[in-house]
């Protein structure tokens, strides 16, 4: 964890998830479409066997395989420089941009209110929460995927404080 999230009061780390933003579900978006042309230019070279048609599938598969790859190595870069992650506290959460420097800290205390919408489709699967608080804009962030653990660990901190959903 980054040391200026360390140094915020907000008590004991509870956990730290990965959030994305409009462009993040937009990458998902276009990383599934890509797969599905993929598997349709396959089948295709399968069926049509035009000339080259190996070096042609081998082309497409490696261009699915390179943004696999670029995937789980932004993963792992998001991890290790605290960007666009959400730290359950004791106390709060806190909410890191791009860069991994602090986006929006939020106190349990000074939260109204907390939704959570989720989309679960073929192009686009996320949550998205929207934290309402006293005196301050909300906060709206997504987590990807069908069954994010900061869905759970979330309405369950939540929960734990007092905090209706």
């Avoid at 978006?29 to 396959?42: F, S």
């Avoid at 860069?99 to 106190?107: A, I, L, S, T």
């Avoid at 989720?118 to 804009?137: D, K, P, Q």
Wanted: proline share 2%; net charge positive.
């Amino acid at each position: 964890m980054r040391q200026d999230v360390n140094g915020l009061g907000l008590g004991q780390l509870h956990g730290s998830y990965a959030i994305a933003g409009i462009g993040g579900a937009l990458l998902q978006m276009a990383r599934r479409g890509l797969v599905a042309l993929a598997v349709v230019v396959l089948v295709m070279l399968s069926v049509r066997k035009p000339p080259a048609a190996f070096i042609k599938g081998a082309v497409t598969v490696a261009t699915v395989l390179a943004m696999y790859g670029l995937m789980l190595a932004w993963r792992r870069a998001t991890t290790r420089f605290g960007i666009k992650r959400c730290y359950l506290l004791t106390d709060g959460l806190i909410v890191t941009n791009l860069f991994g420097g602090v986006r929006d800290v939020v106190r349990w205390s000074s939260m109204t209110g907390l939704n959570q919408t989720a989309t679960l489709s073929v192009w686009l699967t996320f949550h998205r929460f929207e934290i309402a608080r006293h005196g301050s804009a909300p906060l709206a962030f997504l987590a990807l995927g069908r069954n994010p653990a900061l869905a759970t660990a979330l309405l369950s901190q939540a929960t734990r404080n007092g905090l209706h959903h």
